[in-house]
């Protein structure tokens, strides 16, 4: 029988194809693309946060040590539990308790292969028949493209710029209704380099206990606080209302390629327990990938005995170049700058169209930069705001400098004259 006689019972899910676009893969993948390749200037990447790769940003020599021992002590090399290696969890949890009002336990933490599994797990679990989510705009579109994928209704609350990109908590309760399940907290902000207040954050927690939802709150970049604003963690609002805080090693020691991260529950009162939150992400864990027990055989060493000189130079470096972008930016007639960051690696900027000729978007001028000065950054549609822009300060200081001066020069070409 021939091939063209069969008929074949299967079939790609669109599902995923339509949660992919989502991504800041995708829009970075489109963009690299659009590279000249006749420019003999190196590419200066302006668009993704990983920092990795820059001498001035290499990981600490204890975090660096730790690997190695936990390699040559044969102690690791089998399967990981399902929730993670009881050390690493115990570790995490006296790690994460020090900020915190009550002592966190190993039975609150589940360790994941990075963040980015983290998510999974919590989205998953999460989307029940009809339910829906709400994810801050702009926000880090992984969750979007999660919540597509595991049919999950999304709905966005605004973030404002005029008040250093606070959750606008009148529209987030305009929102919710009886099917709403969580809201999505990005602090340190990525996209926007904002750090909330304590204030600010004990009036989420009273919202969302109003709602009857609970708090993800994605600390990613959790003490990567540079400005005035001091870093404050979600979980100790814990006893207002359920809070999954997403943690990793990623940013803050520079190591996204060592996947691992980590959920943290700090609930006091029971409420996920009781409604089988975390007997659900126990069986998810049952059926995902483990973590490396390597990285996780390291992980003790590396909470307890990186030097504090370690974390406070990464924010020096931080705050330097989040200073140079300021300083290089508002000299720029087309881009204004709401605020300036306070955390994380990310701050976002506004376009004036109307001063630019040639360009009718936010993706029209990333393109067009990327091919005319080999300059990424993303544009704001990838993180859900239009005619915006997302830039990346984590970078060697020289490549930033060079990198906002190309940017400078291609908005002086493409300026409107009178």
């Given amino acids: 029988m021939g091939e063209e006689s069969t008929v074949w ?32 200037r190196p590419v200066i990447p302006l668009g993704h946060g990983d920092p990795s790769g820059f001498p001035s940003f290499r990981t600490s020599q204890v975090a660096e040590d730790a690997i190695v021992d936990a390699v040559r002590s044969g102690k690791f090399n089998s399967y990981s539990s399902r929730l993670g290696i009881l050390d690493a969890r115990r570790a995490i949890a006296e790690h994460l308790s020090h900020d915190h009002p009550y002592d966190t336990s190993p039975e609150d933490v589940f360790v994941t292969v990075g963040a980015r599994q983290a998510i999974d797990v919590l989205i998953t679990v999460l989307a029940r028949s009809g339910a829906n989510i709400l994810l801050p705009r702009p926000g880090y579109p992984l969750y979007e493209a999660r919540a597509v994928f595991s049919h999950l209704e999304v709905r966005h609350f605004d973030l404002l710029p005029e008040k250093a990109w606070e959750v606008d908590l009148n529209g987030l309760e305009a929102l919710a209704d009886d099917k709403t399940v969580a809201m999505v907290l990005i602090n340190p902000g990525n996209p926007c380099g904002n750090v909330y207040t304590h204030e600010h954050l004990q009036k989420i927690a009273e919202t969302a206990k109003k709602l009857g939802i609970l708090i993800i709150s994605d600390e990613a970049y959790g003490y990567l606080a540079f400005g005035s604003t001091p870093f404050v963690p979600m979980a100790r609002f814990g006893s207002i209302v359920p809070v999954f805080t997403i943690g990793s090693l990623s940013k803050r020691w520079m190591v996204p390629g060592w996947r691992l991260g980590w959920i943290l529950m700090s609930d006091p009162n029971g409420v996920l327990q009781k409604h089988k939150i975390t007997e659900c992400i126990k069986s998810y864990l049952d059926i995902s990938s483990d973590v490396s027990t390597i990285t996780q055989g390291a992980l003790p060493q590396i909470l307890k005995k990186t030097p504090e000189s370690f974390h406070s130079k990464t924010l020096n470096m931080l705050r330097e170049a989040a200073d140079l972008c300021h300083a290089r930016l508002n000299e720029i007639p087309c881009i204004t700058y709401p605020c300036r960051p306070q955390g994380s690696m990310f701050l976002m900027v506004k376009l004036n169209l109307l001063l630019l000729k040639d360009i009718n978007d936010d993706f029209e001028f990333c393109i067009k930069l990327a091919r005319e000065e080999s300059v990424i950054v993303l544009p704001g549609a990838a993180v859900g705001l239009k005619n915006w822009l997302r830039i990346t300060f984590a970078v060697e200081l020289s490549l930033l400098e060079d990198g906002l001066e190309r940017i400078k020069a291609f908005t002086l070409r493409h300026t409107k004259t009178k």
């Fill in 9 to 40: 019972n299967f079939e790609g899910d669109e599902h995923l194809n339509k949660a992919s676009a989502c991504t800041i893969r995708s829009f970075l993948t489109t963009l690299k693309e659009n590279l000249n390749q006749n420019d003999d």
